[in-house]
């Protein structure tokens, strides 16, 4: 069995923020693979369903993003499952906007979603570590993953939970490389070995012209040829 907790805050103010993009993920994998409907325990909202052999729970925690170990502990003791059972999705200032990394175990770099978690459950837990992008300076932090994300981000955000989504049953079987793998296809598909054709003026461009055939006949050949 596997709890996969997603990260954020709670209530529709917060629901598009940067900070959120947890809770966007296992939104999205509830809704992919047929999860049952949401419901109230462990101080959040949990559904059930499963991922290819495995059971999973999904798991956001209704405490705010400082206190999310609180649920995550309460979770796992009823559960009785090891913080090696958890994967913790969250957003990451490190990474660039669309960028995913699997990382197990390690520190909370500053976070305070997963520094509670760290506080509540040790630090070997898993990790899905989800791009948002730096706003540039430190002091500006606080404010921009408190933000929605912008109508520029969409396109990237829906191709990243895509692969998310279609990854999970591997995710959940243990196998990161697999995972990667499907959300690299939705957020850097592999190009056509095909160049596109060419367009002059917004129209394609024409089929090259076929060379005229040779003249094969010989010289006395076409000279009765003309007096015919």
């Known amino acids: 069995m596997r709890l996969f907790?997603?990260?954020?805050?709670?209530?529709?103010k917060y629901a598009g923020n940067r900070h959120n993009i947890g809770f966007m993920a296992v939104d999205?994998?509830?809704?992919?693979?047929?999860?049952?409907?949401?419901?109230?325990k462990f101080q959040g909202e949990i559904?059930?369903?499963r991922l290819g052999r495995e059971k999973v729970?999904?798991?956001?925690?209704?405490?705010f993003m400082n206190r999310s170990g609180q649920a995550v502990g309460e979770a796992l003791r009823f559960f009785k499952l090891e913080p090696s059972d958890v994967v913790v999705f969250h957003d990451e200032l490190d990474l660039a906007p669309?960028?995913?990394?699997?990382?197990?175990?390690?520190g909370h770099a500053g976070h305070n979603g997963l520094r509670s978690l760290h506080a509540h459950i040790g630090a070997d837990y898993g990790r899905v570590r989800l791009g948002i992008g730096h706003p540039g300076h430190k002091d500006k932090v606080a404010a921009y993953v408190l933000n929605d994300f912008a109508k520029a981000d969409q396109d990237w955000l829906d191709d990243l939970l895509r692969g998310i989504s279609d990854g999970a049953v591997a995710l959940a079987e243990g196998d990161t490389g697999r995972f990667?793998?499907?959300?690299?296809?939705?957020?850097a598909p592999p190009r056509s070995s095909k160049p596109a054709p060419e367009e002059h003026n917004g129209?394609?461009?024409?089929?090259?012209?076929?060379?005229?055939?040779?003249?094969?006949?010989s010289p006395l050949q076409r000279l009765a040829d003309k007096f015919r």
């Open 57 to 63: 729970v999904l798991l956001k925690p209704g405490t």
């Open 5 to 12: 907790v997603g990260l954020g805050n709670p209530g529709a």
């Open 98 to 106: 669309g960028k995913a990394r699997v990382k197990q175990g390690g």
């Open 47 to 49: 559904c059930e369903g």
């Open 203 to 217: 129209r394609p461009a024409p089929a090259p012209e076929t060379e005229p055939e040779t003249d094969s006949r």
């Open 180 to 187: 990667m793998n499907a959300v690299a296809l939705r957020v």
């Open 28 to 40: 999205r994998i509830a809704e992919d693979h047929g999860f049952s409907p949401w419901r109230t």
